[in-house]
């Protein structure tokens, strides 16, 4: 027995230096926290402000829309029917207190046709001129359509009658037609006979020979 324990202490001795060298056993807790320690701080995400809450835009009354500008309605008086054989008579009233009254002969057509006047003037005068607002279009053409209404002309001319107001003088003005380049007194541009003034009726006769335009201008200086 004695030599039994001898021989283990005699181990024990032996083993004992060697065993000595090993690291401590460290305990799990221990482990963990050295292990959270050792890794690198992580930056915490910032806390945002949450987005403000906005009013809502108010609820407009939407504007009623806007009615395009009222044209001057043509009447049966702006816009009559021709046929061959009946006489025929187109009045216009001009803010001017002016009145042109044209008289279509029986023979101005020879097929159905429709005139229609367009107040207005539509070019542009020399400074020899004066215009005084007394301006119109005429358009012609055949059947309700005006087919044709660029090459139309009138079989026979078209009595012309201008009547003015009585502050105005009719012997200082005339009836001219656009040529294409220039205003044209009427009678020279249809080689018709020179208009007739009336100052005690304070009117102007004349003819026409196709549809145009027409003015009524007077000379500057008169």
């Known amino acids: ?53 906005y009013t809502l835009f108010p609820t407009y009354t939407p504007f009623p829309p806007t009615p395009h500008p009222t044209k001057i309605p043509f009447i049966e008086s702006y816009s009559i029917r021709l046929s061959p054989g009946i006489e025929a008579s187109l009045i216009y009233s001009i803010e001017t207190g002016t009145e042109i009254w044209l008289d279509f002969p029986i023979d101005a057509t020879l097929q159905p046709a429709r005139v229609m006047l367009i107040p207005g003037l539509s070019s542009i005068y020399p400074p020899t001129l004066v215009y005084n607002g007394d301006a119109f279009d005429l358009l012609a053409g055949l059947g309700d359509q005006m087919e044709g ?19 105005q003088t009719p012997d200082t003005r005339s009836l001219y037609t656009w040529t294409g380049s220039e205003w044209e007194k009427i009678e020279t541009a249809c080689k018709l006979p020179s208009p007739v003034f009336d100052t005690s009726a304070h009117t102007i006769k004349t003819s026409i020979c196709s549809p145009g335009s027409f003015a009524i201008f007077s000379q500057n200086g008169n």
């Open 149 to 167: 209404f660029k090459r139309f002309t009138f079989n026979a001319p078209v009595s012309v009658t201008i009547k003015f107001a009585a502050s």
């Open 1 to 53: 027995m004695k030599n039994y324990c001898f021989f283990v202490t005699f181990l024990a001795l032996l083993f004992l230096p060697a065993c000595s060298s090993l690291p401590p056993v460290v305990g799990l807790d221990t482990a963990v926290a050295q292990t959270q320690a050792a890794a690198p701080a992580q930056t915490a995400y910032p806390t945002y402000t949450p987005f403000p809450t």
